[in-house]
């Protein structure tokens, strides 16, 4: 088996070392002995063929309470420390990926011409929308210390570090860790809204504000350099969104007033950093010569840049304080000259760097003065506008209530083309709808209060209306006479999101009929995005039969929204795991539909993966390069559409897939009562993980659980069931049949090779003996048949999967992935086996001890952790 790269080998075995030495320290010998023989025990289970994990379990079931919680501790830090020393090595492979990037360019230059490639670059616009992460399970106290780990390990590759510098690096590595040692690693606060949001600016105030302005500057060389056409000033391939505050749909907790404090906390917080840069820029500007034009601004002035940026930075401030205020509740006049668009702040930005090039000072003027324009361009003046999304259903009953209120019967149980002709007519009408009062349920006057909201900002710091589980043209038209009769005065794109999959194959007859409709068109103004849902599509049809509909419903919203030229963005909903339609960027993109991307795309980026992209400015650099070499291959170089005995063979497998899928998750009389005694789905309550609820309602079985702890629970048990459920029966029905067509569509069709790739990567991290073990310790008698069948698909989709691929393992084709997954199974397997034990404790007795309960807890971060993703 290959090994890991020397570089983070020996990261991994510092940092172990590190840690060994703080448990040795702070819980005593006997603790750290028996850390060293569970971890061994661990290791020899994984170095034999089949190795027996009764001396483990027996271990493990022998250890005194006292010692299970911090014996726990020490391997899910492990397991974050390893997760650590993965990030530094592959934020620091930067120059690869500059290369990557320089070399696609001169690709596309060749193949394209350099005139084509600079117009396609220039239209770019990749939409990055920050979401929380209901199962985010690290602290984010805990995060900064990780991020600090990542700087100094990366400090320490530096060639000519002296002696007492390699002592100082490694003495502050283990301070570090002692500090993570010494805190708490479980929060025991479920965050608000409002800490989210937070949360959400602290990564653009960390990482993004330093990393968007370095990586246009170095797509700006690159193009000046090999295409001769350098990047506009006002060039932003990046825009950044947010659902942190936005996002209502199942979360009570997210109410018009915190969207109100969310929205003022971003303008406050924007301020805060633009305050920044002009006072930075103010002690930068020091020359004296100006162009004409600002020399008639300041006639007398022998600094007249830093008088500039000083009344800039005094209208930044002033605005700052406001929203400041505004957001603690007090009720204060805005000021004259309030910041309301990012004019106000590009303005004498634009000026200084217009005076700067005519006196012959380019360098000053394409330095940090650059770097704040193209912030601007980025982050707006509220850093994430912010998304409103709200369930398509609460819209229903606000309007039923009102059509009951004015005795125009009950619009509820209207016909769809008696909704239509009504919302049109009152959309056209000059006359208000609403009453002044009228008697109205809290969940209506909430979904009013929230459009007033919306109606009063500044267009600028929202973005888009998403409405959950769109179903019918009206669902849109409903949202958009809302939104008039709160007041609106400009048209707030509106968006569908097709999440299930009756949505998607309904997706495209709704979008028809709504680009048929004279007012709707003038309304978008023939802009259209709409959203695909892949957690909810792959929860209820299982994620091969939802990923082909997601494809289908795509290919044929880009062929209406040409047949009716109209420009279509497609939002993907994507989360970080396979299961919710997570994966490598490249792979995703590669396989979308020819013609879907188009230099324009919108993706969501969750919690977790926000981190682990985003959270330190080398990663994000890296990302962002990959966002946009992703985009311009999509763009310039799309797959060819399926040949048509492809698409014949993945509609069988489908089918085959949806079957196999929904015979055991709504037609096996044990499934619910075997997942929720299998899993710890029921204790996953016990975290304090986000502000939103597990369920979309207070009852209800697993199809009212979210998509995210539906993912998160089984991927605790390791059977990682909702990726790849009834994808066997499809794989085996094509392979019997007709395996030309299917060696075929694995060789030559990216989208099924992709599918494939994530498919391979979510088995190699199952594990059936470990799940076995659960079910041997958690699940009634009655119920095990039902384990061991699912256990069976797996391991006979192993071996499909194996014959496939024409390889003897898992995972041949990556054997970093393969070397780190074993790297990290010893610390994860014993955190399984004791997390079982832990959950027969906490059912079977009415208590269990607080420091038992944390270390069940831990077990589902050192968990998450091991396997690299949550929900």
Known sequence: MSKLPETLRENVRLLGELLGETIHDHEGPEVFAKVESIRQLGKAINSAQNGDSAPLVTMLGELDDKDILPIVRGFNQFLNLANIADLEYFSSAESEREDSLKAMLLEFADSHGKERLSEVIRDLRIELVLTAHPTEVTRRTLIRKYDQIVNTLADRQRGNLLTFEQDKLRGRLHRLVEEIWSTDEIRTERPTAIDEAKWGFAVIEN??????????RHLDRLCCRHLGQC?????????????????????????????????????????ELYARDTQSLGGDLSMYEANDELRALYPDSVTPYRDLMADLRKRILATGDWAQARFQGRLVEAPEDLIVSRNDLLEPLMLCYRSLNEVGLPHIANGPVMDTIRRIHAFGINLVPLDIRQDGERHVKAIDELTQYLDLGSYREWSEEQRQAFLLEQLTSKRPLLPAKWP????????????????????EILSHYVISMAQQPSDVLVVALLLKECGMQWAMPIVPLFETLDDLDRAPVVMEKLWQLPWYREYCGNKQTVMIGYSDSAKDAGKLSATWAQYKAQEKLVALAEKYETKLVLFHGRGGTIGRGGGPVEKAMASQPPGSVKGKIRVTEQGEMIRYKFGLPRQAFNNLSIYVAATLRSTLSPHAAPAQEWRDMIERMAFKSLEAYRSVVRGHPHFVPYFR??????????????????????????????????????????????????????????????????????????????????????????????????????????????????????????????????????????????????VRKPYVDPLNYLQAELLKRHRSSDAISPDLERALKVTMAGIAAGMRNTG
């Not at 109205?440 to 267009?459: F, G, I, K, Y």
């Not at 085996?732 to 060696?743: D, G, M, Q, T, V």
């Open 677 to 822: 005694s299998l899993t710890p789905e029921q204790e996953l309550g016990l975290l304090a993980l986000g502000s939103r609820p597990a369920k979309r309602k207070a009852t209800g079985g697993v199809e009212s659980l979210r998509a995210i702890p539906w993912v998160f629970a089984w991927t605790q048990v390791r059977l990682n069931l909702p990726a790849w459920l009834g994808t066997r029966q499809a794989l085996e029905y094509a392979l019997n049949e007709h395996p030309a067509i299917l060696a075929d569509m694995v060789s030559n069709w990216p989208f099924f090779s992709s599918f494939l790739d994530l498919l391979e990567m979510v088995i190699g991290k199952a594990d059936g003996p470990i799940c076995a073990y659960y079910e041997q310790q958690l699940v009634p008698a009655e119920y095990h048949g039902l384990g061991q069948q699912l256990r069976a698909d797996l391991a006979a989709l192993e071996v499909l999967m194996n014959r496939i691929k024409q390889q003897k393992d898992l995972l041949s084709d990556e054997p970093l992935l393969r070397q780190s997954l074993s």
């Open 207 to 216: 990482s993004l504000w330093q990393a968007v302005p370095d990586f246009v």
């Open 440 to 459: 109205m349920s809290d969940e209506t006057a909430e979904v009013l209060a929230t459009c007033r909201v919306v109606a009063n900002e500044p267009e």
């Open 231 to 271: 990047l506009p000033t006002d060039l932003q391939p990046f825009r950044f969104y947010s659902w942190m505050g936005g996002d209502r749909d199942g979360n009570p907790n997210v109410t018009h007033k915190v969207t109100r404090q969310v929205l003022l906390l971003g303008r406050s917080m924007a301020a």
